[in-house]
């Protein structure tokens, strides 16, 4: 499988076994990526993520993508170690349980500072060596912002969370327009129910925020809220991702692509 030969890839929110970011580079590398550096707050599973990929092809490095400084370091080493980028998958996410009454502005802060403002230094800063190696290929180069399905359905207990989904939605239309003349496609991913540690957490803040009775309630529920009667795996949505960084979506830009199982489809 060679359909992401030759690229190179930063991939945020990779830091964590199970997750969509970890799958996201098991594929890319087994699609043939020259190069796939993984990021994360979290550290501690580095050594393990390295086990797993070998060094040869794969890197991991610490990084706060609210942070601009670590930003610069992680493009500036990838740069480095790999000699150019050509696919940033702007996935790091978190998400704080709230309606107006009890979450803190603080809290909102941090959400949006994750989740929107992490993916906009990541555009600011992947962009410009995205552009310089875009002409090397006939699909350019890639942008995917991982938003949700929480962008379009409203929900009074978690406000920060789909806020910052939404807004990371315009921002992947305005990226669009602004990198298309420089060969660079911009995407977003709306996730349904994908089980991951996120997820699994998830029923929790949503069982004792009152919205379910349990969390098995809520995976029960979740679940069958997909015609599909399930959820999704990491490794099924990671397929779409190397389609849209692939040649295969060649003219495929400012779109969002659902992969929710139909979830999305009763409102
Ligand atoms: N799993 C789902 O059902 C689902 C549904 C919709 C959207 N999503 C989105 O998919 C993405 C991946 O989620 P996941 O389910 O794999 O969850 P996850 O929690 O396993 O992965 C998110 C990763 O982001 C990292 N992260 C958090 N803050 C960070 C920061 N400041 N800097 C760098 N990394 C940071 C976390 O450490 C974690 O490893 C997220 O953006 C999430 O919002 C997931």
Redesign the pocket.
């Known amino acids: 499988m060679t359909r992401l030969k030759d690229r190179i890839a930063i991939v ?5 076994p ?4 970890e799958a996201v580079c098991a594929q890319f590398l087994e699609e043939g990526a020259a190069g796939v550096v993984a ?4 550290d501690g599973e580095a050594q393990a993520l390295t086990d797993r990929f070998g060094s040869e092809r794969f890197a991991f490095q610490p ?4 942070s601009e400084a670590d930003w610069q370091r992680v493009v500036n080493l990838t740069l480095e170690r790999f000699g150019g980028l050509d696919i940033l998958v702007n ?5 704080m349980s709230g309606d107006s009454a009890k979450l803190s502005l603080e809290n909102f802060r941090k959400t949006m ?3 929107l403002y ?1 993916a906009f230094l990541g555009t600011k800063y992947c962009a410009p060596p995205i552009a310089e190696r875009a002409a090397m290929h006939t699909g350019g180069g890639a942008i995917i912002n ?5 962008a379009y359905m409203p929900n009074a207990h978690n406000i920060a ?1 789909h806020c910052s ?1 939404s807004a990371l939605r315009m921002l992947t239309l305005c990226t669009s327009k602004e990198l298309g003349p420089q060969g660079i496609r911009v995407n977003s991913v ?10 699994k957490e ?1 029923f929790k803040r949503y069982s004792k925020a009152g919205m379910y009775a349990s969390p098995e309630d809520a995976e029960r529920r979740i679940a069958a809220s997909s015609p599909l009667g399930r959820t999704s795996t ?1 490794e099924e949505i990671a397929r779409l991702f190397v389609y849209l960084a692939s040649d295969d979506a060649s003219y495929i830009t400012g779109t969002a692509i659902a992969h929710d199982g139909g979830v999305g489809s009763v409102f």
Do not use: E, Q
């Open positions: 945020t929110g990779a830091g964590r199970g997750n969509i970011g990021t994360d707050l979290r990084h706060d993508v609210a996935n790091a996410g978190m998400g500072d994750v989740n992490g991982v938003s949700s399905m929480a969370y989904k709306h996730p349904g129910p994908i089980m991951t540690p996120l997820l998830a990491p």
